[in-house]
């Protein structure tokens, strides 16, 4: 393989590259995972992801929206390990209230968007770019409903179906590989639909919507955390241009679009529009901490290990970490470019926040006609 060839996130090429499967999230998991791995193929996934970015006729808008499956799925190819390290179960943000737990506050946000959604007990519901699945179990334990999620990564798809059958959850969800810009369901397939921070991942969002219209019943309802610019973003700043490339960069997103663009797709996927807020941006009782404090968490933090992981320091000592285990061949080569990037992405949405052009948790909440 040539040094400027892609490296395509096969299934095949997914199952060779996490060949040892780490069933817990302790710290000698995230050793044991990265030592696991193929090391040719991480470095070559890692050199095929950093192409998107760096100098080579791939570091383009177009070539990023044509081969958006190939740079989101080596993305989490290659950053799922982080993530369940420094975040859990769960990909998302969310407001917090003064006093209240990370953890509680995501539970808090993904209940507001099932409530959106209508979710009750014994719905079929579909999970648009799942993860590892964290929302999808927390809205079976919240509604009794039967949640099935949909996600183009392999290895995130493993993972979710691991957690599936350590809570117990097998009958009550299902995770399925697929494109959401073609899903493999048919027409009025689920009584609702949600995505939480996914879709942002689509080339063109009325095709992700779209597909979401199509899968849901007559009368069902489909909710949205949308990440977006907002009116606040100003193309002609090169401050603003650095930040919101560097998002896309950190994020493995290949284009990021501005509310209105997000709330006009849904709209022409065939939505009836019942509510639109930008949670990130409006305070209320009950949401006075900013979305972004849980990756500004300051120099040192004592909150659990995840908390630690985040903080300057940690940061620092993960990044030192994985270069000593590159050297000592237990970590693949690249490893530590992986960290890279996304320290990248940290401290550009925590600045995309603080001048308020983005946000990551743009709700829409339509209505598919029941004619």
Known sequence: MSANALLEPTTEISQELHKNVVKDQSSTSFVNRLKGKNKKLQTQSVNTYLQFWNDSKNNNEESRAAKHKTLTNTYYNLVTDFYE?????????????????????????EHLLFSSARITSGMKVLDVGCGVGGPARECIRFTGAHVTGLN???????????????????????????DFMDM???????????????????PVLKGVYSQMYRVLKPGGYFAIYEWCLTDKFDPSSELHKKLVLDIEHGDGIAKLFGTDVALQAAKDAGFEIEVVSDIAHETTMGNEVPWYTYLDVGRLSFKGLQGFARSHIGRKFTFGAVKTLETLRIAPKGTAKVQTVLT?????LVDGGRLEIFTPMYLIVGRKPLN
């Open 85 to 109: 390290y420094g975040w859990g179960e769960s990909f998302h943000f969310s407001r917090r209230s003064i006093g209240e737990t990370h953890r509680e506050s995501t539970k808090r946000h």
């Open 152 to 178: 183009n990564n392999d290895y995130q798809i493993q993972r979710a179906n691991i957690y599936a059958a350590k809570y117990k959850q097998q009958d009550h969800s299902a995770f399925v590989k697929g």
């Open 184 to 202: 493999p369901f048919a027409d009025n397939s689920f009584d609702a639909v949600y995505a939480i921070e996914a879709t942002c991942h689509a």
């Open 344 to 348: 990248i992405a940290a401290d550009s």
